[in-house]
């Protein structure tokens, strides 16, 4: 450092010596500091010891505050400085890294669009795809319904599999998938319900009784609007069955020689034949009042049940036969004594389908019924 080095120099007692053409002159440090500093005190003092021709000098404080004051401003000058260089480094670091992510994003963002762009167009020719797959190959239906694919295939396949098919009634302009049973008492069956082990909740609203719900090869309700294109085709008649299983594995079944729907004006309303079988006639009851034949369907949001204002039943007061049945639909009049979409009033205490048809008794008492299947078919065809 500059001004330590000035104050060893100035504690050194030194003689300078110039040299001159005329001979050697000599300074003392005295004269020296005299001439530098003409206003400041300087003080000489002997060496100790008594050394002769030698002195020592003393700077005094204000020259050396002044030298450290000198030296103070240049390092913070320095300081100052260097801290200007780093600050102009470190936000051109930062800018360089804000513009560089700044690129990635840009580069990102056109990317996913391109990406975009392509999912958009993929989707538009998927999409124009199946128009004109479908358009021109429409699904093409294996007859009116499970009684009619019989009678088309019997010359062609020797044994016809139970399954699900494609039908196309008459005088419809759609086609829907039912399930053929081709082997109970003939075949050519189309089932219209099915329930077997409680899994399917037929606690439903009105819509879905009208379109259908379930697994088809399981429980399932094919659908009031299905059943009826089926049942209403030209130049028919339906035959309904119902095969019932008790909790014994006991059978019964009840059946109908005649079988229809009114339309949805209204409310799908059943219309029976004369009955036969060995569960009794339930839908009809015992007593006019249990009649449930030319009633209306009615679900949890549509009651058609005839209970206005109420019913009595088992000396309570019923204003809903849906609500009193799980919230199930059925046609009910007066509530009745059949109920085959019959559910648990509490699913999560008991899978036991719940299913009435109380005209099947031991004893006196109805079976426990756990499993059921509503089938219908052809039975005549006028040409």
């Not at 005094?60 to 450290?68: Q, R």
């Not at 599999?161 to 003939?186: A, K």
């Not at 559910?343 to 019924?369: A, F, K, M, N, Y």
Request: net charge negative.
């Amino acid at each position: 450092m500059m001004w330590i080095t000035l104050l060893l120099l100035l504690h050194l007692p030194f003689i300078a010596t110039i040299q001159d053409p005329a001979g050697p002159t000599t300074f003392n440090q005295s004269e020296i500091l005299s001439d530098d500093f003409p206003e400041a005190h300087v003080r000489i003092q002997k060496p100790l010891g008594g050394s002769k021709g030698r002195e020592a000098c003393t700077i005094p404080c204000d020259i050396t505050a002044k030298l450290l004051k000198d030296e103070k401003h240049s390092l913070c000058g320095h300081l100052q400085q260097s801290l200007l260089v780093y600050l102009r480094s470190t936000r051109k670091l930062v800018r360089d890294v804000m513009e560089e992510q700044q690129r990635s994003l840009d580069f990102l963002t056109s990317q996913v669009t391109e990406l975009m762009t392509k999912v958009q167009t993929l989707s538009s020719e998927v999409q124009r795809s199946n128009t004109e797959m479908y358009s021109i190959k429409p699904v093409q239906s294996h007859g009116r319904d499970c009684s009619d694919i019989k009678d088309n295939l019997i010359s062609v396949v020797p044994k016809i599999p139970s399954g699900i098919y494609i039908v196309h009634p008459e005088n419809t302009d759609f086609t829907f998938e039912v399930f053929c049973e081709m082997d109970y008492m003939g075949g050519g069956w189309t089932v219209m319900q099915r329930r077997t082990d409680g899994l399917t909740d037929f606690k439903r609203p009105w819509a879905a009784y009208v379109d259908g719900f379930g697994h088809l090869p399981g429980e399932h309700w094919l659908g009031l609007r299905q059943i009826f294109h089926i049942v209403n085709q030209k130049e028919t008649r339906f035959q309904l069955h119902i095969a019932l299983v008790s909790q014994d594995d006991t059978t019964a079944y009840a059946s109908y020689d005649d079988f229809s729907l009114g339309n949805d004006t209204q409310f799908y309303s059943l219309h029976l034949g004369r009955y036969a079988g060995s569960a009794g006639d339930a839908f009809r009851g015992y007593e006019q009042e249990q009649n449930q034949n030319t009633a209306p369907f009615s679900a949890s949001d549509v009651d058609n049940d005839g209970c206005v204002p109420f019913c009595s039943m088992d000396n309570r007061t019923v204003e809903s036969c849906s609500a009193q049945h799980n919230h199930t639909g059925w046609w009910f009049n007066q509530c009745g004594l059949a109920n085959l979409n019959g559910s648990p009033q509490d699913p999560e205490q008991s899978r036991d389908t719940h299913i009435l048809w109380e005209t099947w008794t031991r004893g006196g008492v109805p079976h426990s019924i756990k499993s059921v299947t509503m089938k219908i078919r052809r039975i005549t065809t006028n040409n």
